[in-house]
């Protein structure tokens, strides 16, 4: 099992295993070709590496840097990839009005464009990185939320992983259902086509391949809540950290 992009399985004060000195300098060599490429070669390198990724058990792609600033982890052997056309996001649960997106239909709708911080629960930051899509707050209205509802869980077409926010959590206006990063479309790499953005929590929670959301009494644990993260993840002030805050 491959760690995901956000935290890794292993708690933050933790160390990992030593690599070797050939890997290392790879390693180095490969940071130097993201600062000094290009803009060109940096998008090659991260098609590279994603599709790398995609096709990697060992996870050892996860130590290589990219232009982006990004990693690439899933918690999966492999996802399946879905176009503008297979495409569906569901919205469930305790709602009056159910309903099934296209990518179209995200796409219609209004969009908002938000510039934040990144940040891991494993330490690594990156800075400015737009986000744009759909207010998730917009689709829980329109689906019409019942008062019994306290809770939103995200499912996600990978098979495995998911996450949970308070309904007040998931009506803030920095949640999005993302459909564009760093000002292109969502690759599949990172999520795509439409995967979560929490802007002020752990990137853990902005979850990937995002396939459904279904509105529920109570939070659920998601995948690494499970596994020893914090459910609230506010930047900064969850999982024995004190990063700045990115909202």
């Given at each position: 099992m491959r760690r995901p992009e956000e935290p890794s399985p292993e708690r933050p004060e933790?160390?990992?295993a030593p690599i070797g000195r050939r890997v290392l300098l790879g390693t180095l060599g490969l940071g130097a070709l993201g600062v000094v490429a290009a803009p060109t070669l940096q998008r090659g390198l991260e098609a590279f590496l994603g599709s790398a990724a995609d096709k990697d058990p060992t996870g050892l792609t996860g130590?290589?840097?990219n232009g982006g600033g990004f990693r690439y982890y899933s918690v999966t052997s492999s996802v399946p990839?879905?176009?503008?056309?297979?495409?569906?996001?569901?919205v469930g649960g305790l709602v009056d009005h159910p309903?099934?997106?296209?990518?179209?239909d995200l796409r219609a709708l209004p969009q908002t464009r938000m510039i934040k911080d990144v940040q891991c629960v494993t330490g690594w930051r990156v800075p400015d990185t737009p986000?744009?899509?759909v207010r998730l707050s917009r689709l829980l209205d329109a689906a019409g939320v019942r008062p019994s509802a306290g809770a939103v869980r995200f499912t996600c077409f990978d098979g495995a992983y998911s996450e949970?926010?308070?309904?007040d959590q998931a009506r803030r206006a920095d949640v999005l259902v993302a459909l564009r990063m760093q000002d292109k479309d969502i690759g599949h790499s990172h999520g795509g086509p439409v995967r979560l953005y929490v802007a002020p929590m752990y990137f853990y929670k902005s979850a990937k391949w995002l396939s459904g959301i279904t509105v529920t009494e109570d939070v659920k644990p998601g995948y690494w809540e499970e596994r020893g993260y914090d459910v609230d993840a506010w930047v900064g002030r969850s999982n024995g950290r004190d990063d700045k805050p990115t909202s």
């Open positions: 933790e160390r990992g130590l290589l840097p990839k879905k176009t503008a056309a297979t495409y569906r996001l569901t309903r099934s997106y296209t990518l179209d986000f744009e899509g949970s926010l308070t309904l």
